[in-house]
Each structure stands twice: as C-alpha cells, then as structure tokens.
C-alpha cells in the first residue's frame, strides 16, 4: 500500500467515514429534537413530559453519544475546511487527524461529568 | 522516435518536453463541451460545496454553544424545561441564534444526506423517491422550527 497521496485504508478514509456516519447520525436526531421542542406550543406539560425522557439515565448517556459524535463533526470538519483552503493541508491531514482526535478526547474527558451529572446524583444520590 | 521521448514518465515529466516537444494536452475531466446537458451548466454542486464549509463553520460555533448551554453549564440537563426554555426565548439574541442553527444545520445535513443518498442509492427510481422524502421532511422540519420560535408563548394556557 503506497502511503504517499493515496490513503485508501488509512487515516483519510476511516475519518472519511466516521464523517459521514456521524453526520447522518446527527441528522436524524435533529429532525427529532425540532419535533420534541415543537411540543411548547402544546403545552408546558407536553413539553416537560418529552423533556424527562432526556433525563432518564439511558437517554443521558445517549446525550453523551451524541455529543462525541458533533464533536468529531465539527473537529474533523474544520479539519476538512483546512485541507481545502490551507495550502498545506493536504500535507498535514495525518496530523490534523490525530490533533482532531486529542482535542477530542479532552473535550470528551471534560464533558463527562458536566453532562452525565444528572444521572450520576439520580443513580448514586449527591 | 526513441522510445525514450514517447514514454510518459509521471514523476519527472516536466523535463522531456520541450517548445519543439510539448506535452500533450489532456482536457481536463469535468471540461463543458457542446455535448454537456443545459441542465448541468449551473454551478449548484460547486455552491453546495462552498455552503457546507461557510455553514460548518458557523455550526460549530453555534451548536457547541448550544451544547454547552444545555447539557454541561449550570446542572446540565437537569435544568432543562418549559421555564427554562420561556427564559432564553425571551431574549431576541437566543431567538436569532437557535433560528440561524436550525436553518444551517437543517440545510447542511439535508445536503449531507443528499451526497449519502446519490452515493450508494443506484436505482433511479430508488435515488428519486429517497430524496423527496428527504426534501419533504426537511421543508417540514425546518417550517415547523421556524414558526415554533416566531410564535411562541411563554404565557400559553
């Protein structure tokens, strides 16, 4: 496997795909969220019933999926914004990749308490 | 002629041609020709393309925000409710802010889903029916949102 331009296997084509699995993943729930906050012009009842699924401790956890898969999104995206307009960054899309990947994972790290701290004082008590 | 000067060398190529021995023209692929179809003489796909990285941009500016907001500052999603809701749509600012999100990221991930689609749906019928409910599900989504935060109603029943 030529590991010059061409990166069929590699990092390009696996953050090519994780690209798109995400953004299809984002997409639907989007298409979701619009219609649970459509519920506000029902009423607030409706609205606080649909809004208690998001604070069950399985939907909370999803959250946190869902969050890892914008912020891969958006990482990767601004990364594949540099690829095009950077004039070196064909270049560095390896490196790019892996710096999307530990901003990540700070983010990722920093954000599990803060989103998951509802069901954590649910589960365990405060 | 040597069978040097007829061989095409692609890694050093420039050197063996000359005003006397130029290089070949190749068109190049995507090239408009009288055979092109009226249809595919806008530049749709090149605009497509530029509007997913502008509205990327911005998207990630607006939806970590968003995120932040609503599921890590101040209790995370604990908070999260009718009144809370009322609160931030009170303010013109959040008003504008979650309206540009929904049309972006509306418009981007139907625009995504719109390469997914004509990429590995190969019928065409398959292709055709796809997209419509695409589009369909989309204009909804995106009307629905829009009149939901130009209506709303803190003081409803």
Redesign the interface.
Known sequence: MPAGTLYRGREGMWSWVAH?VT??L??FF??VH??D??L??V??EA??DV?AT??NPVV?LL?YGL?AA??FH?LN??R??AV??WDKGAKYQRQMLWTVMAVWVVLMAG?FY?????TLRTLFGS | MSAESNSVDLTSSSSQYSVENPAPFIEAARARTKRTPRGGRTNFEMQAWVFMRLSGILLVVLVLGHLLIQLVLDGGVSKIGFAFVAGRWASPFWQVWDLLMLWLAMLHGANGLRTVINDYAERDNTRFWLKMVLYAATVFTVLLGTLVIFTFDPNIQ
């Open positions: 798109r953004g299809v984002i997409f989007l298409f619009v219609l906050t459509a506000v012009r009423s607030p609205y606080d809004v998001y604070k909370n959250e969050v914008i912020l958006a995206g601004l594949v914004v095009d307009f954000s803060p989103i998951l701290e509802h």
